[in-house]
Every structure is written in structure tokens, then in C-alpha cells.
């Protein structure tokens, strides 16, 4: 499978952005532990954001948390803005089965009520557990349930995007 350009769906999917908030006063950006983190501080940036960028983690908040376990240490929970009123906007790398964007909602409703909640992902790889859709993406690109894409960022920034496959 040749795999897209990742610096050419974070393009797209600022693009999308941009023309959905032509008033960007009241956007909040709230960036997805690990990879999702990373765009969304690229996408505040290249933005302009007068808000600035928040960053979640949902490890404790996962429905799934007693079969998954923990991965790592959960990073801890960064919201600079009162979040009551605002336009949030989740900014995640990779959308699958929907858990990890119904755990950081149910995270930013202890900080608050927002007006709206919309969901940014460079890649939707499909495979839906739950009636999650993202409002902005880079693109759609199913993937075999073994499979999964990796983002990495160099040191300049740049992502790169690779494909791993798990073994049984």
C-alpha cells in the first residue's frame, strides 16, 4: 500500500479548518496525546489562534481502560481556557473505533459546557465502534484490523506516516 503524504492531508485539513472558522475568536483547539497534540500545535500556529492550544489524554477516561490497560503514563491533562461558551475543536492524527474521541469528550465536559464540539483527524481508517465521524480529515483510508498508522514528527516538525502491521 503506497501511504499519502501526510504533510499534504495536514494542508487539506488546515484548509478545511480555516474556511469552516473564518472567525477564529472563539475556537479552542484541543490536541489528542500524542499525535493529534502535535498537529494541533502545528495547526494553532499556522492558524493564529488567539486561544491557546489545550492537550488531553484519554487513557483514564476510556470505556475500555480494564481490558486495554495502560500503555504509558497518561500525560497530564493541559486545558488554558475556560472552556464554557467555546468552539472546541479535537485534533487527533487517527480516527478508528470512535473510544478515544468519546473519552476526550467526556474529559472536556469536566472543564465545562462548550457551544460546539468538532473533530479534526489527518486520516479516518475506518472500522467504527461507535457513532463517531470527524467534521474535518486528510483523508479516508480503510485499514485490516491487524494494521495501524503510525505519525512521527522529525525535527522540524515535518510528519511522517508509517504503516505497522501486528503479528498474532
Partial sequence: MRLPDPEALYARLRHEVA??????????LI??????AWIAER????????????????????????SRGMKSAP????????????NILIVDDVLYTGRTTRA????????????RIDLAVLLDRGGREL????????????LAPEQSFVLSRDDNGSFQLTLETRHA
Avoid: E, K, W
Fill in 131 to 142: 457513532p463517531i465521524t470527524a467534521s474535518f480529515m486528510g483523508q479516508a483510508l480503510a
Fill in 104 to 115: 476526550i469528550i467526556n474529559h472536556i465536559f469536566d472543564y465545562g459546557r462548550p457551544a
Fill in 43 to 66: 495547526l494553532h500556529r499556522d492558524l493564529q489562534l488567539p486561544v491557546p492550544c489545550g492537550f488531553l489524554d484519554s487513557a483514564l477516561y476510556r470505556d475500555d481502560f480494564s
Fill in 75 to 86: 500525560h497530564p491533562a493541559d486545558v488554558p481556557f475556560d472552556v464554557n461558551g467555546m
Fill in 31 to 36: 490536541g489528542v496525546h500524542s499525535g493529534g
Fill in 19 to 28: 474556511a469552516a472558522y473564518p472567525d477564529r475568536s472563539s475556537l479552542a
